[in-house]
């Protein structure tokens, strides 16, 4: 995590230097998205095209799987075509089948579990403000889901101490905070999951939120609405905050309901940096899985 973070900054100088870096030359790499992207889909595309690959864009409802045509079979098919396959999956099962059967590197471009690509291009945010990782503190206010699972683990990895607060019943699954718990103790970093956003965002470096309704959760909205109500980020809550702590968002954000509007746009967000690094983020991945 750390190399991949160091070398996502070590790209992004080269890329606005324009400094020709031909990891994927003559390579195919394939973006097989099962939901709707900004961000992280023309990334992708962009990372592909400045390492000198060529994307090819897959929309999951334009091909055979759409009617019904298995993953494994689609996987060995695309494996004897491209060199990577980036995916956005509503199910991670999607992803371990898309690697057994292509027989090539399977980047997860988020699932329904987890989102790491984003969490390489949220440290490497954190470390340009900060310069470090290492004993940062990260509070994460609101669903415990793909986003902060991914950051959760990110974190452990590099030493960070991540604080995590959900309402009851949207803490980030138990198997994975042990998980995050276990290697954060060969790091140094630390990681707590809390109730009250008040408490998570004492000693924070720098406060995150993710939407209360991801995609695939649509029918939920209501009931999800109401649980989060008192986990908005907005200027009372930073009222609880240290003042040297950023404020991050992976967006799409909705103004009104996780962040307000004022907090999003105001001085201390960083969300638009974090928005760009994704660029590098997508490079720098893609890097390690040819290399
Ligand atoms: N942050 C992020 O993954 O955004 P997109 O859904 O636009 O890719
Ligand atoms: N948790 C959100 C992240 C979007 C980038 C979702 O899965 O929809």
Redesign the pocket.
């Known amino acids: 995590m750390e190399s991949l973070v160091s070398r996502a900054g070590t790209l992004k100088k080269q890329f606005k230097l324009r400094q020709p870096w031909g990891v994927l030359s003559g390579a195919a790499v394939g973006l097989l998205f099962e939901?709707p992207?900004t961000?992280?889909r023309t990334s992708f595309e962009v990372a592909t095209l400045r390492l000198g690959g060529s994307p090819v864009y897959l929309a999951a409802n334009e091909l055979q799987l759409s009617r019904g045509e298995p993953v494994k079979d689609t996987a060995r098919i695309l494996g004897g075509y491209l060199d990577v396959i980036v995916a956005r999956v509503f199910s991670q099962k999607t992803l371990t089948q898309l690697a057994a059967y292509s027989g090539k590197p399977v980047i997860n471009a988020?699932s329904d579990t987890e989102?790491p690509t984003?969490a390489v291009s949220d440290l490497l945010t954190i470390k340009e403000v900060k310069g470090r990782l290492q004993g940062t503190t990260l509070a994460y206010i609101g669903?415990g889901?793909?986003?902060c699972n991914s950051l959760l683990l990110a974190g452990a990895l590099t030493g960070m101490n991540v604080i995590v607060a959900s309402p009851e019943g949207y803490e980030p699954g138990a198997a994975l905070v042990r998980k995050a718990k276990s290697l954060a103790k060969s790091t140094g970093g630390s990681i707590d999951v809390v109730r009250d956003p008040k408490d998570a965002v004492a000693a924070a470096d720098a406060v995150y939120t993710?939407?209360w309704v991801?995609?695939?959760e649509e029918k939920e909205e209501d009931t999800r609405i109401r649980a989060f109500k008192r986990y908005q980020v907005n200027s009372a809550l930073l009222r609880a905050a240290p003042r040297r702590a950023i404020i991050m968002h992976?967006?799409?954000a909705h103004r009104g309901l996780e962040i307000t509007d004022d907090v999003l746009e105001g001085a201390r967000s960083v969300a638009w940096q974090q928005g760009e690094n994704k660029l590098y983020g997508a490079a720098a991945s893609l890097e390690f899985v040819v290399k």
Request: aromatic letters at 0%; proline letters at 5%.
């Open positions: 939901k992207s961000r992280t988020l989102h984003q669903d889901n793909n986003v993710d939407v991801s995609m695939g992976c967006l799409p």
